[in-house]
């Protein structure tokens, strides 16, 4: 009942990206964006087509698609087929680009490259025409044999050499690389500080932070490299990404979690034949789901530790929950995951993606909460007891839902400005009763918890599941003290540090680690907030031992 019930809400959500008018134009799809092409106050589609303006190629676009926001499935299904027209060239320290793509357009039309630093520059090349490839790989070499004997695996993966390097040298021509990372911390809050409002702020982080055009091909790249692999042994097979990779909440550096997909192949055994004979393959029958899952992962994971070029520190981790292969992809610089078909990852990853096209303003907050907590320890790369990223981001958008009027999931004007919204996110959970109260995004309102996990957020599609039963009290305590202490931040020295301009304020004073500032005025505001903020705190947590509340300041 729980899958019927997410299955309507997602439908009626996917009805507001067919909406047509100006909220509703253009491609979320395309959430990775160059860099400073982000304007707060606009309208996710209005921003995210802001880099690309119609030409005559759009022109002929289907009408009913240029007048809304491509849904998730149209996003995946263009991303996929355009990774299948795509190679990867390691390149000569020593390049001359006009020459490298005059020889690439010789097996066909180059519809877009870009070139990026990973262990090297790389080029990565999109042909208009999927027979290119196949040109392009009749005319490449096996590596030469002399000192390793190579596994004659033909990929989309090329190392390109000059065979006169003297001679070219002279001939390089300077490279605009595409930047795969973000910017550290310390040269954001310097940024920061130069805006004019928290809102410029927060759009200047996201700006910085979200995954561009060049690194999501890239990402979809590397799964239609793993799909090559997976259909040696399941020819119907597809490899799709989903969570931060898809959801527009991506940042740059993160993982690439990938599914093995046999949904195709499901709907195909589906299909009935006229005749007097019921027929199906014969297959490899198993006593569970499980179990099947663990062997496909397996062999996929030797195939691809054993022959996979470019995959490295293969790790098979089949007695997971969800069981999965982990490994790393040298020419990309990815952290990978894959696991099996898994519904409901795919359904959170659309509802996020969803949520994220609504309005620009969703992925500013999303993207500034999220490097918050990862600069005050609330959140970590490694599995723990703190909040994931997802919990984290399933706080902001119930808060999102509780705002009067709700901002999601409906398509209305906001009424508040994005620094208000960072602000009062804060205030909202600094005083949240989580004592009592569960958040349930299904219910968009405070439920009684069903069980005593000091934190409980329902699964949107799993009602029986709480996404955060890892976070421990002393976890969930900092948070709330984290919380307050922003708030306060906030509210208190907005204007006057806007106005002198000499340290750190708004969005920036946030992401200082509390307590290790070096500046005096940050210290003496500690000392002067302590009473109201303590009595605070131990009215709404009821701690009882004020040592725990100095841990959970993180003092």
């Known amino acids: 009942m729980a899958h019927r019930a997410g299955g309507r809400a997602l439908s009626l959500l996917r009805g507001h990206l067919r909406l047509p008018g100006p909220a509703a134009t253009g ?40 007048t809304r926001k491509k849904t998730f499935a149209e996003v995946q299904t263009e991303r996929l087929e355009q ?13 001359n680009e006009k020459k490298l793509l005059q020889y690439l357009s010789s097996h066909g039309n180059i519809k877009s490259h870009f070139f990026f630093e990973n262990r090297g520059i790389h080029a990565l090349i999109e042909f208009s025409e999927k027979n290119s490839i196949a040109s392009l790989q009749d005319a490449i070499g096996l590596p030469s044999a002399a000192e390793y004997h190579v596994v004659p695996f033909k990929s ?44 410029s702020q927060m759009y200047i982080l996201l700006n910085e932070y979200q995954l561009t055009d060049e690194n999501i091909k890239l990402r979809y790249l590397v799964c239609s490299l793993v799909r090559d692999f997976a259909r040696a042994y399941f020819p119907d097979s597809t490899v799709k990404p989903f969570g931060s990779s898809v959801n527009t909440f ?32 014969q297959m490899k029958r198993l006593p569970s789901e ?33 069981p999965l292969v982990k490994f790393s992809h040298q020419p990309t610089g990815f952290q990978c995951d894959l696991s099996v078909s898994n519904s409901i990852a795919i359904k959170s990853s659309e509802l996020l993606y969803i949520y994220g096209c609504l309005d620009s303003r969703v992925r500013a907050l999303v993207f500034s909460v999220r490097c918050w907590a990862r600069v005050h320890g609330l959140t970590n790369s490694i599995p723990g007891t703190w909040i994931t990223n997802f919990s984290l981001t399933m706080m902001v958008m119930f808060f999102l ?58 699964n949107p599609f799993e009602q029986d599941l709480n996404i955060s039963k890892n976070v421990n009290q002393p976890q969930l305590e900092k948070f709330v003290a984290m919380a307050r202490e922003s708030a306060w931040i906030l509210r208190k020295e ?30 003496n505001r500690m000392k002067g907030i302590g009473s109201e903020t303590i009595r605070n705190l131990l009215d709404s947590l009821k701690l009882n031992n004020p040592t725990n509340l100095q841990k959970a300041v993180g003092k």
């Open 156 to 199: 989309r993966l090329f190392t390109f050499m000059l065979k006169n390097p003297v001679s070219q040298a002279a001939e390089e021509t300077p490279l605009h690389l595409s930047p795969q990372s973000h910017i550290p911390v310390k040269e954001l809050i310097e940024k920061l500080c130069h805006a004019d409002s928290i809102s």
């Open 27 to 66: 491609g979320c799809a395309e959430h990775g964006q160059p860099r400073g092409q982000v304007r707060p106050g606009s309208s996710g589609a209005a921003v995210q087509r802001a880099p690309q303006a119609a030409g005559p190629e759009e022109a002929g676009e289907d009408a009913e698609v240029s």
């Open 290 to 322: 499980r179990l099947a899952t663990q062997k496909i992962l397996s062999v996929v994971g030797d195939c691809l530790d054993n022959f996979g070029p470019g995959c490295v520190s293969v790790q098979k981790i089949l007695n997971a929950r969800c």
């Open 83 to 95: 990774a299948e027209r795509t190679v990867l060239i390691k390149c000569p320290p020593k390049l």
């Open 401 to 458: 839902q509780r705002r009067s009027p709700p901002i999601i999931p409906t398509l209305d004007q906001l009424k508040e400005l994005a620094d208000v919204l960072l602000g009062d996110f804060f205030e909202y959970y600094g005083n949240f009763d989580f004592r009592r109260n569960s958040i349930n995004l299904r219910k968009g309102k405070e439920v009684n918890k069903p069980e005593s996990s000091p934190l409980y957020i329902w």
């Open 494 to 523: 907005q204007k006057a540090q806007q106005m002198t301009n000499k340290e750190p304020w708004g969005l920036a004073a946030l992401l200082i680690p509390f307590g290790k500032s070096n500046s005096n005025k940050m210290k």
């Open 250 to 281: 991506g940042k740059l550096g993160c993982d690439v979690d990938m599914f093995l997909d046999f949904h195709d192949t499901q709907k195909h055994a589906a299909k009935t034949k006229k005749g007097p004979f019921d027929m199906e393959y």
